[in-house]
Structure formats: C-alpha cells, structure tokens
C-alpha cells in the first residue's frame, strides 16, 4: 500500500509546487510498480487540505504555453490515470482542489468533521480537477450547480448522500479504517482490480482533455480583475466586492 500523506498541518496541508511534483511522481512511480497494489490519501484528523497554497501558487502560476507541464496538472493527470484502487480518508476542511481530488478516488472515508467546498467562482477562477464534469455525472446537474457556483461548504453527511464519500467515521478512525480497506484490496488479485477500474473509467472519455481545459481558463481567470479582488480581499481579511466585474 502506497500510503500519501499531506503532512503541513501548520498551513492546513496547503499543497505547493513542489508538494504536487512529489504527488505525482510517486503516483507515476507506483503505477508502474508491481509491489504496489492500492494507493491511500491522506491527512490529519482536524485537516484534509485547504487547496492550493495561495502565495505559492502566485508565485509559480502554471506556463498556459505549456500547462501539461504545470505540477498541479501532472498531478491530476498521474491521479485520474492511476491503474490501480485510490482510497482516501478525508477529516477536516477539503477545499477547492483538496475536494477535486476525492473525484477520483475509488474509496473516499470522511470523518464526521468533514467539510467540503469548491469556492472557485468566489475566488475569480473556474472549476478545475475534472470537477465541471465528473461532479454532475456524479450528482447530478442541478447539485453540482449549487456546489460549483455558489462555492459554500456542505458537510460529511451530505457528501454521503450525494455519493461523493462511501462512509463516515469517527475522525480519529477514518485513516486507520483506510488502511484497513487498501489491505483488503492489496489481497485480492490485482489484474482483476485493474481491469475492473478501467472498465468503471470507460464512462469518462476524454478526462485528460478536459482537466486540461479547465486549467486553461483558470489561469487566464486568475490574471483577471476579480481573482485579483478576490485574493486581495484574502490577504486583508475582508468580503471582496465584484460589483465592477
């Protein structure tokens, strides 16, 4: 079981650059790797992980002349094209791409302090991850409307009913009740596993493309006005005013 761990609690498990590149070289890695079996994400029991590391992310915004390039997108690319079972334990805030990436998990444990949001239209940018397409197919059209534009929170027993997380737990249990899954899963045959997952994927044709897209016009929306407004309202701890925009 190759075990993932968001490990910077101190900034509720923000995700940098360099935090993606390890992602998805490690995801790259396993695929390729008999030895490995299932792959687990994790955090810590108050935090999943509160997106992208903002000041980071400024600093190193991805090249739109060469996004497949970009971390972030290697990341969700190595994610979405993993071979193998993902399980996730989730506890705490999971924001923006902290939710995203639950989309492509298989088995996604939350602990009752959950908390998802998708506040990308708050923050002058659009729907990434896949997230404009794998949600609606997932919830539905008109759900996954009022989580992706309204961008508000919604919570364990919620993302259980929408089909977004298989179980709650006690936030204390949910990676232990992970690990105790992925050891299931690395027992049973992995061939059958695989092809088992590849048939489940079949309904998401040109997920790479559309991951790609999506990134696209982030990173054009993030040199605008309103993502400019937006993190700058950040920063000063105050309501952003999109009025102008």
Known sequence: VLTLTFNRVDKKNAITTTMYQTLASALRESA???SV????LQGAVEIFSAGNDLADFLKNPPNPNELEKAPVVQFLQALHAFPKPIVAAVCGPAVGIGATMLLHCDLVYAGDNAAFSLPFVNLGVCAEGGSSVMLPQLVGFQRAAEKLLLGEAFYAEEA???GIVSRILPPGDANAYAQAQ???LAA????SLRVT???M???????????LAEIREF???LSGPAAKEAITAVMEKRKPDFSKF
């Open 160 to 162: 259980l009913d929408m």
């Open 182 to 184: 992925a050891a299931k």
């Open 32 to 34: 390729e790797d008999d």
């Open 197 to 199: 997952k590849a048939l």
């Open 201 to 211: 994927r079949k309904s998401q044709p040109g997920m790479q493309d559309m991951m």
């Open 188 to 191: 049973k045959p992995a061939s």
């Open 37 to 40: 079996r299932v792959a687990v």
């Open 219 to 221: 990173v054009q929306l």
